[in-house]
């Protein structure tokens, strides 16, 4: 791959549960879950996404940050042009979203105080000039733009966000883009029975591979640059 032709995108990266970050709250189930989950979900980005992003910069890698309306507004001066969306059609069970919403996350997930202060984690926030994009169309129309078509993902969460959410792997892939996702630089929402295995992880690897795209190991990705 060329690396005039190679995005790294850095997805999901909050700052729940990260030191000066938000707290990972008891009342309600957000982003990772619960703490332990919070906390492999730090080391990785101390010890693999921080080393991978710094990587990309050095070799000339386009950095691109994907991240929700909430979080990009925050970055005016990196926030990519607004494409906006068509309105979504109506539910066709009113209010069923907000119901399993509160069913899975807890009652008044929405409520919670800590959306206002969620942000990229800090150390990967974007450097002047990285794009912070929120949606499909917004992440295509800046790739075609660019040349890229190789996009390596580092992120969160593997068998959700990274899968399905806007500009993810599966849409991207859709519209014909090369979908790298570096292993040791994710990690899925895990339950008190998986974790310890690691079991949704690998699992959702295994699905990305086989219907998705590609996946590397941050060694590969590091000597590929010539950065062991």
């Not at 059609?89 to 807890?106: C, D, F, K, Q, S």
């Not at 009652?107 to 929120?134: A, F, N, Q, T």
Request: negative net charge; proline residues 6%; contains cysteine.
């Amino acid at each position: 791959m060329r690396v005039e032709e190679t995005a790294f995108v850095e997805f999901h990266c909050w700052n729940v549960g990260t030191p000066g970050g938000v707290e990972v709250p008891e009342a309600f189930w957000v982003f990772m879950g619960f703490p332990e989950t919070h906390r492999v979900m730090w080391r990785i980005v101390e010890k693999c996404i921080k080393p991978a992003l710094e990587a990309a910069r050095r070799a000339g890698i386009q950095v691109i940050h994907v991240q929700p309306e909430s979080i990009a507004s925050k970055y005016p001066e990196n926030r990519v042009s607004r494409i906006e969306d068509s309105d979504p059609p109506l539910e066709a069970i009113p209010g069923y979203n907000v119901m399993r919403a509160e069913m899975t996350h807890g009652k008044g997930y929405m409520r919670w105080e800590g959306w206002s202060r969620l942000d990229i984690c800090e150390p990967l926030k974007p450097l002047p000039g990285e794009p912070v994009i929120v949606t499909t169309e917004e992440m295509d129309l800046f790739c075609r733009e660019q040349g890229i078509i190789n996009l390596i993902y580092a992120g969160f969460a593997t068998n959700l966000c990274i899968l399905d959410s806007d500009a993810a792997m599966k849409p991207m892939r859709r519209l014909g883009y090369r979908c790298i996702l570096l292993r040791e630089c994710t990690l899925a929402v895990e339950h008190h029975d998986t974790l310890d295995e690691m079991l949704n992880t690998r699992t959702a690897i295994r699905y990305i591979e086989t219907w998705v795209g590609y996946t590397a190991s941050l060694q590969d990705f590091l000597s590929g640059l010539g950065q062991e």
